[in-house]
């Protein structure tokens, strides 16, 4: 395996986003999720988390709130502060419409297990039921008022009773009268201390369960009112309940980052009773929200990582850093920069160059040259960037907000003194991504919008013009695009129903309909730079090399579908780049958060029974397989004959990076790596809750 001099960019700046809540649909494997600036994601839990969607807020909104989600079938609701229940439109990643509710701030919304009937629970004490149907929403009618902000609220399964939380109060109501069948009362742990219920669950069996702000678990019987117990699960309010699938664990956590489990119990007279079994901390900040699907639980809260447990089948949590997508960084290779985009501004820097050709595994090369920021761009107050792009030569820039999108012309790049002229695009909205590259001499500008299709420009210092135009039917996709990956002469695009076409960017036309796969999403796809063969990796790790002019599966493709290791197979995170080396087409890095993959097609393939070998003495990952199935170097006497055996193998893995972003192949034996270390992250989180440790104040 060649050796690569790597540029560590680790001044890319992230400001982490909390989690506020999390909702899982009922049909597909969709979970959403809604962080603090009111971005809405929405993840693939088939296998592993892939993310495919994200929805910014609208520009120049001053209503933007996200207090709680749920999914209606497969459309998704939420609602927030500003009164309102938003409909997303999936396709088009953005709001679909929006209908009032009675009475100020919405705090919680649900949505019946049918999926037709959803209750809002507002500031005021109302509690506005809406049906659902094919149109939208129609307004049904509102429950008896009662007193204090509804914060939580939940259905029973048979869809007639509803269970509300509010300020010292639990009620259970049927929808049919609108009056309350049960009202229960928390009971205060100071005498002029309210009692705030932050969340509330229902079972069939009508076993109401509330989390408090007094740190307490309770168990209610909902039929008559009365508590059947209660326990002091939290040093700290309790802001987030689960029940499985099949009602026999809850877990409860919060402020206090232990995750609580409790199970039921059938006494010798036959009745079930609720008891705490074991608990584990699964964050370090507060736990705002948990949703459990079958075996694996879900959630999110302050630190802004997306966890995922599935214990006791793994012991260790998978936690998801809230780092944008690999394509937030461009390179332009010819002009040795590299176009970092945030959520405000965009920003063009030039790579430092070293004079050192080569040095030991790990070293530091000394730099000639430093890096240097050679223009930064921003966006106007309310929006935010969606995708960019940069020329190879780094002199054209382009870029989408969510109002409009812009094209520049960068002069000066290597003078250290750049000009900067903004080209018109006509009749542009808003594009999810984007791509510049040449045919010949000919500047182009690929732009794929929000309604889907592509629209392809000619760029020139005079204006741009319309070259082709095609929508998604026209290219055997579906709505929008969801994935781009591009190279000179070819482009490979993705709808969200992961149908894959290729394109000739010379003549645009369509070139070829890829292979499908319906057994796990897909994750990420990247082209070979000769442009024959494009390379696709799902969310089971299982990966597909195809040939874009025939749109087959290649030799090498069908023998590593019976060769890769089970310890790969059996990862728990999803790769979420594919990188190839310019003048070496055997090797293919691949990478997610924090391993760094080498497939080198050169070399024999490991048998699916192999071990796992990883380049560093870190302790090794938790994997479904047993112990043997993963080593690493520094764990055996053997380091040497350890090290050979591995080198010696198709498929090498290193965790060099903790956070990495973006990685890309920029000339010869240079690869960019664009990192975000943990503590940055950390550094910028609030305090957590103090706890008195054994030994420590």
Request: net charge neutral; charged share 20%; hydrophobic share 35%.
């Amino acid at each position: 395996m060649p050796s690569f001099r790597a540029h560590s960019l680790r001044f890319y700046k992230v400001e982490p986003k909390a989690i506020t809540c999390l909702a899982h649909s009922p049909t597909s494997p969709l979970l959403a999720v809604a962080r603090s600036d009111s971005t809405v994601e929405v993840w693939s839990t088939k296998h592993t988390l892939v993310l495919q969607r994200v929805i910014h807020p609208e520009p120049h909104t001053e209503s933007v709130s996200v207090e709680s989600l749920a999914w209606g079938g497969d459309r998704l609701y939420s609602c927030g502060l500003h009164g309102q229940v938003v409909e997303y439109d999936l396709e088009r990643l953005c709001e679909a419409r929006r209908h009032a509710v009675t009475s100020g701030p919405a705090w919680c919304l649900a949505i019946d297990k049918g999926g037709s009937k959803m209750a809002v629970g507002t500031e005021e004490g109302f509690v506005c039921l809406f049906n659902i149907t094919g149109e939208g929403l129609d307004y049904n009618r509102v429950l008896d008022r009662q007193e204090g902000r509804i914060l939580c609220l939940a259905w029973h399964c048979d869809g007639v009773h509803i269970a509300t939380g509010s300020t010292d109060t639990i009620r259970v109501w049927n929808i049919e009268t609108g009056h309350p069948t049960a009202r229960m009362t928390t009971g205060r742990a100071e005498r002029n201390k309210e009692t705030i219920v932050w969340c509330v669950a229902i079972t069939s069996d009508m076993t109401v369960i509330s989390g408090d702000s007094r740190g307490k678990t309770s168990f209610w019987n909902g039929k008559n009112g009365t508590l059947m117990d209660s326990v002091q699960s939290h040093k700290a309010d309790v802001l987030t309940l689960a029940v499985s699938g099949n009602e026999t664990t809850a877990y409860s956590s919060g402020v206090d980052p232990t995750l609580m489990h409790f199970q039921v119990i059938v006494k010798g007279d036959g009745r079930r009773k609720w008891v705490k079994s074991l608990h584990r901390v699964i964050s370090t900040h507060d736990v705002r929200s948990v949703v459990s699907i079958g075996d694996t639980l879900y959630s999110g809260g302050v630190d802004s990582y997306l966890s995922v447990s599935s214990y006791p089948t793994h012991r260790t949590t998978v936690k998801v850093p809230n780092l944008p997508s690999p394509g937030c960084v461009s390179l332009a290779r010819q002009a040795r920069s590299v176009l970092l985009s945030f959520r405000d501004r965009l920003e063009l820097w030039r790579l430092g160059s070293t004079s050192y050709s080569s040095a030991g595994i790990g070293a530091v090369l000394p730099l000639d040259t430093e890096p240097v920021k050679v223009v930064e761009v921003g966006v106007k107050q309310g929006e935010v960037v969606v995708c960019s792009a940069v020329h190879t030569s780094g002199e054209w820039m382009a870029y989408s907000t969510t109002a409009r999108v812009r094209l520049l012309k960068v002069e000066g790049v290597a003078s250290g003194r750049p000009k900067l002229h903004r080209i018109a695009v006509p009749d542009e909205d808003v594009a999810h991504h984007m791509a510049l590259y040449s045919v010949g001499e000919e500047v182009r500008l690929l732009v794929c919008p929000r309604d889907g299709g592509i629209n392809v420009y000619s760029v020139s210092g005079e204006g741009v013009s319309l070259l082709h135009s095609a929508t998604s039917s026209e290219l055997s996709l579906a709505g929008g695009i969801a994935k781009l990956s591009h190279t000179g002469t070819v482009c490979v695009l993705a709808d969200f129903t992961d149908a894959v076409v290729c394109l000739d960017l010379e003549t645009n036309s369509l070139a070829s309909k890829l292979p499908g796969y319906t057994e796990a999403t897909l994750a990420s796809m990247g082209i070979n730079f000769d442009g024959k063969t494009c390379v696709m990796v799902y969310s089971n790790n299982r990966m597909m090399e195809v040939d874009l002019k025939t749109g087959r599966y290649t030799q090498f493709s069908k023998d590593l579908s019976t060769r890769l290791p089970r310890g790969w197979l059996s990862r728990r995170t999803a790769v979420t780049n594919v990188v190839h080396i310019d003048g070496n087409s055997d090797i293919i890095l691949l990478h997610d958060h924090s391993i760094l993959a080498t497939v080198d097609k050169d070399k024999e393939l490991p048998e699916p029974s192999s071990k796992l070998f990883y380049s560093d003495p870190r302790s090794t990952p938790d994997t479904l397989t047993d112990t043997a199935s993963v080593s690493s170097f520094g764990s055996q006497q053997t380091v040497g004959s350890r090290m050979d055996q591995t080198l010696a193998s198709g498929l090498r893995m290193s965790r060099k990076y903790d956070h990495l972003l973006s990685l890309h192949h920029l000339a010869g034996d240079e690869i960019v790596a664009v990192e975000v270390k943990p503590g940055v992250l950390e550094s910028q989180l609030p305090p957590s809750l103090k706890q008195k440790k054994f030994g420590g104040s």
